[in-house]
């Protein structure tokens, strides 16, 4: 491996490794299927907080509770409560139908 005919050190090869997931997590939430605003049209229906917003919409994104949590900066139990009080608002028990309720669609 190499750059401009300079070789990594061993420590920027240890850094890679340490970052690459964190930036797998990044470009499975934010790159080529980017989440249109649309899709989770009833946040402010239902009065869910920002960070409940955000929670559900990386959720509708496939991602688990602790890569939300790596995102956010938050621990994957602040995550699930995150979810607890929405699926709360929205009158729902599972992932499936809260994301069907913000989507409008059920």
């Known amino acids: 491996m190499n750059r401009w005919n300079h070789d990594f050190s061993d420590n920027e ?3 890679a490794r340490h970052i ?3 930036l797998q997590l990044l470009d499975t939430a934010y790159a080529g299927n980017a989440y249109r605003a649309s899709e989770i ?3 402010e229906v ?3 907080t920002a960070r409940e917003q955000e929670v559900m919409r990386l959720l509708g994104q496939g991602l688990k509770g602790i890569a939300i949590g790596r995102l ?3 621990s994957p139990r602040t ?3 995150h979810l607890e ?3 709360t608002k929205l009158g729902s028990n599972n992932r499936v139908d809260a994301l069907r309720r913000l989507r409008g669609e059920g």
Request: charged share 10%.
């Open 13 to 15: 090869v240890d850094l």
């Open 20 to 22: 690459q997931p964190m």
């Open 41 to 43: 049209i009833g946040g």
């Open 46 to 48: 239902y009065s869910l």
């Open 72 to 74: 956010l900066g938050c």
């Open 79 to 81: 995550v699930a409560k």
């Open 85 to 87: 009080h929405a699926y």
